[in-house]
Structure formats: structure tokens, C-alpha cells
């Protein structure tokens, strides 16, 4: 229905201008759509859904992955066509940008969610749950672990209990520094393979900060007793300057 629109799949529709809905049960709308994956929806202009069951909809959107829902225009579509691996995309919106010379043309995701589950945002290949591929910004506060506690890591108040073995003394510190190049609580640098954990790393730092805690009791105990040693010494030369100013007196009185 339309201008120059083909339905050649059965149960297939094809309305607007030059839309093509190849497959069967697929459906085409719009200017330009091409629907040729089975079930598949191409609506908007210019867009492709090529994937089993796939919908593609906006300004130059290609679903190309099975099962997959694209919106927006210009997306980066994934590269093999009615894929259902955990990595193909299950949803995407795109941002690229058409050519406006000189510049060309762009594709790119705002948002993509895998099969799997990962969502990335400004990322066509998120490799964990959430990835972010930029800057973010929070207005809240972020909670680490399940409600009602627990996770990978635990708080660190057991730096403060008797079973702790890994509190190292403030002259064994720098020893291990120079060996190492790092503090003995923190993961080395080379160890980070996929980035910086960060969570590690915070629960890391904080034992790092309550073990500095522990050094920095201990030089203070150190130092009080070092005050009390030199009060007791100034104690014994007072006592003894006031037994040279007796035999001083002792001796001038007698010459």
C-alpha cells in the first residue's frame, strides 16, 4: 500500500513510500523501511529490521540482531544479522549523526542492553551488568551489597579484633614499600587486569586507613613513654644541680 511499497512475505504488510516487507508476518511502514527478518517491524525512514522477530523504528536504525528493538537514528547495529548470543543486542537506542560535510556519518548507541543482561550506556559493548563508558554523576548515595547486607567484601572493623594477622609495624612499613612500590594492603597496580576495581579498592583504602589507625596508637603509646623517661631524667638532674649548688655553698663557706 503506498508508492512503490512490496509485502512479499505471507501475512506481510508494507505502507508509505518504498517499504519492503520480505519475510513472513513481518511488517513495513513508513518511507523507505525494510522488514525482512520473520515477525519483524520496520517503521520510521530508512530503517532495517533484518533480525528474526526484530523491530526497528526511527531515522536510520538497523535490527539486526534476533529478537532485537531498536529506536532512535543511526545505531550501531550489531554485526551478525539474527544472532541470538548472550552478546547480541536486545535493546538499543541510537545516536549517531547523519553526514553534514565535512563531517561524516556516525553510528553510535546511547543506550544497549545484551541478552545477558549487561546495559551500557554511551557503550555499544557493555562487558559487565552496568558499564558506562564517560563521566557520571550522582545526586544520591550509592549502596554496595545486598539489602540487609552482605557481598564480596566486608567492612573492615575486623582490622580492630585479635584474629587480625595482617597489621604490619610502622618500622616494617617502609621495607615493604621500597620492595614493593605499594602499601601492603592495597592491590598492586599490575594486578588490576580489567581497570581499577574501585569497590576493592575502597574497602582496601579504609583498611590501609584503620591499620595507619593502629601504627599511629602505637606511636603514641612510644611517645608517652618516652615523656615519662625524660621527665624522670630531668627530675634526677634537678636533683643533682641542687646537690652541686650544696657543695658549692659547702665549699665556699669553708675556704
Not at 16 to 31: E, K, L, Y
Not at 186 to 198: C, F, Q, R, S, V
Request: charged share 20%; proline share 4%; hydrophobic share 35%.
Amino acid at each position: 500500500m503506498g508508492t512503490g511499497s512490496h509485502a512479499n512475505g505471507l501475512f506481510s504488510v508494507a505502507i508509505g513510500n518504498s517499504t519492503t516487507a520480505d519475510a513472513d508476518a513481518s511488517i513495513a511502514f513508513g518511507d523507505n523501511t525494510t522488514a525482512s527478518g520473520i515477525a519483524s517491524w520496520a517503521a520510521g525512514s530508512n530503517t532495517i529490521a533484518s533480525g528474526d522477530g526484530s523491530i526497528a523504528f526511527g531515522y536510520n536504525t538497523q535490527a539486526a540482531a534476533g529478537g532485537c528493538f531498536v529506536i532512535g537514528g543511526y545505531n550501531e547495529p550489531y554485526p551478525e544479522i539474527n544472532s541470538y548470543s548472550p552478546e547480541s543486542y536486545l535493546f538499543v537506542i541510537g545516536n549517531g549523526t547523519p553526514a553534514i560535510p565535512p563531517l561524516p556519518e556516525t553510528k553510535h548507541n546511547a543506550v544497549t542492553v545484551l541478552k545477558n543482561g549487561n546495559f551500557g550506556i554511551n557503550t555499544n559493548v557493555p562487558d559487565k551488568i552496568f558499564t558506562v563508558e564517560g563521566d557520571a554523576r550522582v545526586t544520591g548515595d550509592i549502596f554496595y551489597g545486598a539489602i540487609g547486607g552482605g557481598g564480596i567484601y566486608t567492612k573492615p572493623d575486623f582490622v580492630f579484633g585479635d584474629e587480625y594477622k595482617k597489621y604490619i609495624k610502622i618500622e616494617e612499613i617502609e621495607d615493604f614499600i621500597n620492595k614493593n612500590k605499594h602499601l601492603p594492603w592495597l592491590t598492586p597496580a599490575k594486578d588490576e587486569k580489567e581497570g581499577i576495581n574501585m569497590t576493592r579498592m575502597s574497602f582496601e583504602t579504609l583498611e590501609a586507613v584503620e591499620n595507619q589507625q593502629l601504627q599511629i596508637i602505637e606511636l603514641n603509646k612510644q611517645l608517652r613513654e618516652k615523656d615519662d623517661i625524660i621527665n624522670e631524667l630531668e627530675n634526677k638532674i634537678y636533683l643533682m644541680n641542687k646537690k652541686i649548688e650544696l657543695i658549692e655553698q659547702y665549699l665556699n663557706n669553708n675556704k
